[in-house]
C-alpha cells in the first residue's frame, strides 16, 4: 500500500517519510511511529513497485519529497535510478546535502539547485537540462495534500438540512467521514500521518510526559489507534478506558490524576462535545491539553482564536469562508442576518 500518492496535471508526488513510517510501523513491525528517520531499501522500492504496475499514471515528472529523512540505505541509488529509467524525470524536495552526498548525485551539474544555509536543498532537479518547463512548477507538498484533500471531501459533503440537536444550530450540509474513511483508506493513513506530525510539533514536550488519547466516537475510535501507533501513546475511550493493551470497562477505574489529555475527533463544527469531553477530564483531575481532528468547522476567523488558546483545535484540513461554499457546507440560524 502507497499512502502520499497525489496526482497533479504535469507530476506526481510521493511523501518518502509517511511511506517509511507505513512500511516501519505496518509491514516490518518495528514499532518507531514517527520518530524513524532513516529511509530504507524495502520502502523505495515499494513505491518503484507502485509506479511500475500503474497503467494510469500519464505524467512524466515524479516528486520525491524527502522532508524528516536523514539517513538512507546505501543501496536506495540504484532504484531511484530505475525509477528514472521509468522515462520519468526526477524531482527532489526537501533534501539534505548529506543525502545528496550520500546518493552521489553532487555531479548533476543544474545551477537551479541551490544549496540554502541550513546544507539542504528545498528542490533539487535530477537532471540537467538547460531549459526545462519543469523549472516553472510551483511544488509545495502542504498546498498539494490541501488541493488533494479538498477534491476527495467534496464526494461526502451531503445535503442534511436538519437542525444539529447539541449545539442549535440548523445544518444545510453532513460531511459522511465514516464512507471517507472507509472508501479513501490509503489517502487517510497519510492524513493522519501528517495530523500526527503536528501533535509532535504542537506539544513536543508534553509527548515526553505520554499524554494520553482520548477517542470520543466509533470514528474517531479508528483515528485514535492509528494515531496512538504513530506517536506510541495510550488511548481512552469513554465506554472503555485505559492504555493499548488493558482498557477498562469502568470510567471510574481510570486515574485521571496527573495525567494529559489530547481529545481526538473525526470533525469538530461548534465543538459541543469536545467541550463536554474537556470538562469531563478536567472534572476528574486531569490536564486537558487540547483537540485534534482530520476536518474542522472554521466559524470564527483564525485572528479571533489565539495560536496558544487551548480550545483551538489543530487538524489537516478547515473548512472556512475561502472553501465552504465550494464544498457546499453551510451552518446557519434561525436569527435574522445583520442586512435584512
Request: aromatic share 12%; charged share 25%.
Amino acid at each position: 500500500m502507497v499512502i502520499s500518492f497525489i496526482e497533479s496535471p504535469l507530476f506526481i508526488y510521493f511523501n518518502l517519510h509517511a511511506e517509511e513510517v507505513i512500511s516501519s510501523n505496518y509491514l516490518n513491525d518495528d514499532n518507531q511511529g514517527i520518530y524513524i528517520s532513516s529511509l530504507q531499501f524495502e520502502t523505495i522500492n515499494r513505491v518503484y513497485n507502485f509506479i511500475k504496475d500503474s497503467d494510469t499514471i500519464v505524467q512524466k515528472c515524479i516528486v520525491l519529497d524527502f522532508n524528516y529523512i536523514e539517513h538512507i540505505q546505501v543501496n536506495i541509488l540504484k532504484k531511484i535510478i530505475e525509477i528514472r529509467d521509468l522515462n520519468f524525470k526526477l524531482i527532489f524536495l526537501n533534501i539534505s546535502e548529506r543525502i545528496i552526498d550520500s546518493l552521489s548525485l553532487m555531479n548533476i551539474d543544474n545551477e537551479k539547485n541551490i544549496l540554502t544555509e541550513e546544507k539542504a536543498y528545498e528542490i533539487f532537479y535530477f537532471f540537467a537540462d538547460t531549459e526545462s518547463s519543469l523549472y516553472e512548477l510551483e511544488v509545495k507538498g502542504d498546498k498539494l495534500f490541501y488541493d488533494e484533500f479538498k477534491k476527495r471531501l467534496k464526494n461526502y459533503v451531503v445535503e442534511y438540512q436538519k437542525p444539529h440537536a447539541s449545539s442549535f444550530v440548523y445544518l444545510h450540509s453532513f460531511i459522511d467521514l465514516k464512507k471517507v474513511i472507509s472508501n479513501e483508506r490509503p489517502f487517510i493513513y497519510y492524513a493522519l500521518y501528517r495530523l500526527a506530525v503536528k501533535i509532535k510539533s504542537k506539544w513536543s514536550k508534553q509527548l515526553s510526559h505520554n499524554p494520553i488519547l482520548v477517542g470520543q466516537s466509533l470514528t474517531s475510535t479508528f483515528i485514535v489507534s492509528v494515531l496512538s501507533k504513530l506517536l506510541k501513546l495510550d488511548i481512552l475511550i469513554f465506554d472503555k478506558i485505559g492504555p493499548i493493551t488493558k482498557l477498562y470497562k469502568k470510567l471510574e477505574k481510570h486515574n485521571f490524576e496527573n495525567r494529559e489529555y489530547i481529545v481526538v475527533s473525526d470533525l469538530v463544527c461548534l465543538g459541543t462535545e469536545v467541550k463536554i469531553t474537556k470538562n469531563l477530564i478536567e472534572f476528574s483531575g486531569g490536564k486537558y491539553l487540547g483537540n485534534v481532528s482530520l476536518v474542522k468547522v472554521e466559524t470564527l476567523t483564525r485572528d479571533d482564536i489565539k495560536l496558544d488558546n487551548v480550545d483551538r483545535t489543530i487538524s489537516v484540513f478547515s473548512i472556512t469562508e475561502n472553501n465552504n461554499q465550494e464544498l457546499k457546507y453551510y451552518i446557519y440560524t434561525n436569527l435574522k442576518s445583520l442586512d435584512e
